[in-house]
């Protein structure tokens, strides 16, 4: 799909790069395949934005999500929650850990505001704006409310979790919104990438190449 036209003024527009961080990339504890080949063309996106917001998963050691604290259990498995069906990963992004850090590449020193989600030991967090429990929010809404941002894109890891959730979110909070697919990896989990896209292309999300970002950009 291509971008709205007209395209944006810059200070109405924010880019969100989602979750770049050394666990998510090869050789970290939840490596989404080929996940730090997207680090240069998200710099080079993020050259055209002066707003911009990072992302990071930030969670406990015990949290809820980590196979290993449920006996019996598995990366890959469902548990209940008190808010729902919650997937058990390995352990990952802890806080103050090497594998929670953004990647050493990734090179965007005028982003405005890092948002730190999964903080809370019982709660999940994909999206960037609204926790697992689809009550406790991050307060990405509200900043960018308070500084007139009405279009937000999209680039990160992982396209049909974190990347996804935070779309899709970032439309039902009102905001015009384009993932750019190419500044995106994921894991694809039991075809979940294909359901990842069908569901925000349901939701209004703009589904775009990098290249006609750049172009609009010029």
């Not at 810059?10 to 395949?33: E, M, W």
């Not at 990072?54 to 015990?62: A, M, R, V």
Request: with cysteine; hydrophobic share 40%.
């Amino acid at each position: 799909m291509s971008l709205p036209e007209p395209f944006a003024p810059d200070r109405h527009r924010a880019l969100i790069v989602v979750d770049v961080q050394n666990c998510f990339v090869t050789g970290g504890s939840l490596a989404v395949p080929g996940g730090e080949t997207i680090i240069p063309r998200v710099n080079q996106l993020a050259r055209g934005f002066s707003n911009v917001v990072l992302t990071q998963d930030w969670h406990p050691h015990n949290h809820l999500s980590f196979a290993e604290y449920h006996p019996g259990k598995q990366p890959g498995d469902i548990i209940e929650t008190r808010y729902g069906p919650q997937h058990l990963w390995p352990v990952h992004a802890v806080w103050e850990s090497e594998g929670a850090k953004l990647h050493s590449q990734l090179d965007i020193p005028h982003a405005r505001l890092i948002i730190r989600k999964g903080c809370h030991q019982d709660i999940d967090s994909y999206s960037a704006f609204t926790e697992a429990d689809r009550q406790t929010t991050t307060g990405l809404a509200a900043w960018l409310q308070a500084r007139e941002i009405s279009t937000v894109y999209i680039a990160g890891l992982a396209t049909d979790f974190c990347v996804a959730m935070t779309a899709i979110d970032a439309r039902l909070a009102g905001f015009t919104t384009t993932v750019i697919e190419d500044a995106c990896k994921g894991i694809d989990f039991h075809g979940s990438l294909a359901a990842a896209r069908a569901d925000m292309l349901d939701h209004g999300v703009i589904l775009a190449d990098s290249s006609e970002l750049l172009a609009a950009t010029v």
